[in-house]
């Protein structure tokens, strides 16, 4: 039940993720969230991590393409500072 309220809680403080296709082969996944501790950072990088293995599913292996990047966004809530995290993945045939 710890776990359900966490992940709800993360929910309610990021926005996303969402995905945008850069080129045929790479597209880049982004994602804003405004818990900024290290579990909230991490939960970011999860959530960008299965958005990319989503869009590979059935053309291989989601495999970063890309720095990750981390910059200031727009806040989701008042009062609430909030980063965005972005990386750009491919998809790569299974070996």
């Known amino acids: ?8 809680i993360f929910i309610l403080a990021s926005s996303g993720p969402t995905l945008s ?3 045929e082969a790479r597209f880049r996944v982004s ?4 818990d900024k501790s290290p579990r909230g950072h991490a939960n970011a ?6 958005m990319a293995a ?12 890309g720095p990750l990047e981390l910059n200031k ?17 491919s998809c790569k045939p299974k070996e």
């Open 1 to 8: 039940m710890i776990y359900f309220s966490a992940a709800a």
């Open 21 to 23: 296709q850069i080129d």
């Open 31 to 34: 994602i804003v969230y405004d």
């Open 45 to 50: 990088q999860v959530s960008l991590m299965k």
């Open 54 to 65: 989503k869009q590979c599913k059935g053309r291989g292996k989601a495999v970063s393409d």
């Open 73 to 89: 966004a727009e806040p989701i809530r008042p009062g609430k500072e909030a980063l965005s995290l972005s990386e750009v993945y």
